[in-house]
């Protein structure tokens, strides 16, 4: 069995459909039916990935070669630039690889740290049930979930194994109160509503992570960035540098490299300083290390290149490189800089000229501002068809990273794996 790889070149040139009494495949154009019994059969046992891609639909079938290559000849049938969904099925296929190269090595290096991690939303989202059997049994982290234990064990009777806190019964719930109403107290926060507060799974499952019951937290699934980060920002806000940004890993081969790159700040800081970027550009490079054999080469972007327009903005971020480069002399940097000129070798020859660090290839992406790096962020996932790990938080005492509430369990689990690496 392998992965077979089929491209339609317009979403709306084929359509196949298979209910479950549906005995052959059928397809739109010239109404005319499309395999065979022993075909659908094939088809509608195999996973199922769909991604619109301009317009482009991509099928991956699991199947024998001697199925995949009826297929290739209906589709030689129906297509005449076969050649060309030939090379998108060995291009797709080549992405996929390079995803799994990473990802694999995340969840290797995870389950050689061994660390424990807390799940506040465990009593309410099937996704991260899912995920929690996996990761436990593929010793990835050891696990704690949040909520009543006999519920859970109902929920899913593979759940009695596991750590289940319930924070109203907790040996130590009161302990947990006090340590609560002193970290917030300045902040008006009264004892009685600290009593209250540490009953949210959030603020039990933060205060966990602080007092060393686990070394750090994975929630957001089934709430906003909000409510799942609010507590830590709150309780394990680090006071060296007083603030806290995130990265996302692009994770899949393109044009450019095989090797992942990573882009800050996609999701916290609106407009960071020019301090803050360049302290945002170490926390990743060191982030970089953790996950990769990688050298890191950071790219402060803009739309000017060395001086070529100048505002506010371009001199913010010219700043930043000089505040980096000062502070890590020995980590190749290039700043301010186009996107362009920070990834293709060619156009950093002409724009960079003689003397320059290095000429492309970047792989930690610095954004100017929260615009433009959410947006750049979804435009390459989606527009390049890469794979987004995050976003992923540093900044905080202890790791605690938020989910998309559109996250997969697949999502789940890598995100739980970074996690691990980043505990101390």
């Known amino acids: 069995m392998y992965n077979l790889y089929v491209i339609f070149l317009k979403a709306d040139e084929i359509c196949l459909t298979y209910p479950s009494d549906v005995k052959s495949l059928e397809k739109t154009k010239n109404g005319n039916k499309l395999g065979s019994k022993t075909l659908y059969q094939t088809l509608t046992a195999l996973r199922e990935t769909l991604m619109y891609f301009c317009g482009v639909v991509i099928i991956k079938i699991r199947t024998k070669k001697t199925i995949s290559d009826k297929i290739i000849f209906f589709l030689k049938k129906i297509f005449d630039k076969i050649d060309i969904i030939l090379y998108y099925m060995k291009l797709v296929g080549s992405i996929e690889e390079s995803i799994m190269k990473f990802t694999k090595n995340l969840l290797k290096l995870a389950k050689q740290k061994q660390k424990t991690i807390v ?55 009161e302990e947990m109160v006090k340590d609560l109403y002193e970290l917030r107290k300045d902040k008006g926060v009264s004892f009685e509503q600290a009593k209250k507060l540490i009953l949210d799974p959030f603020y039990f499952s933060t205060m966990l992570v602080k007092k060393g019951y686990a070394d750090g937290m994975v929630g957001g699934a089934e709430v906003s960035t909000a409510k ?130 290095y000429y492309g290839k970047s792989n930690v992406l610095v954004f100017p501002e929260l615009n433009s790096a959410n947006i750049g962020y979804k435009a390459i996932s989606y527009f390049g068809n890469l794979y987004a790990i995050g976003p992923i938080t540093v900044g905080l005492e202890k790791p605690v990273n938020d989910l998309s509430r559109g996250a997969t369990v697949k999502d789940i689990i890598y995100l739980t794996a970074i996690t691990v690496l980043q505990c101390d």
């Open 228 to 357: 799942n980060l609010k507590p830590a920002l709150q309780i394990l806000k680090n006071g060296k540098d007083n603030f806290v940004n995130s990265y996302v890993i692009m994770v899949g081969k393109n044009k450019i490299t095989d090797n992942p790159f990573f882009l800050t700040d996609c999701g916290l800081l609106e407009n960071p300083s020019s301090n803050q970027l360049a302290i945002m550009a170490e926390r990743v490079c060191g982030e970089l290390k953790k996950f990769t054999s990688l050298t890191p080469k950071v790219a402060f972007l803009s739309y000017s290149t060395k001086g070529s327009a100048e505002s506010d903005t371009t001199l913010k971020v010219k700043e930043a490189y000089n505040k980096f480069s000062a502070s890590c002399p020995n980590v190749l940097s290039q700043g301010e800089i186009q996107l362009d000129a920070a990834l293709i070798e060619r156009v950093a020859r002409t724009k960079l000229g003689d003397g320059a660090k």
């Open 119 to 173: 799940f506040p939303e465990s009593a309410f989202s099937d996704r991260i049930i899912k995920a929690v059997l996996y990761i436990q049994k593929h010793k990835i982290a050891n696990v704690i979930l949040i909520g009543d234990e006999s519920s859970h064990i109902m929920q899913n009777k593979k759940l009695k194994n596991f750590k289940i806190l319930n924070p109203k019964t907790f040996a130590r719930s």
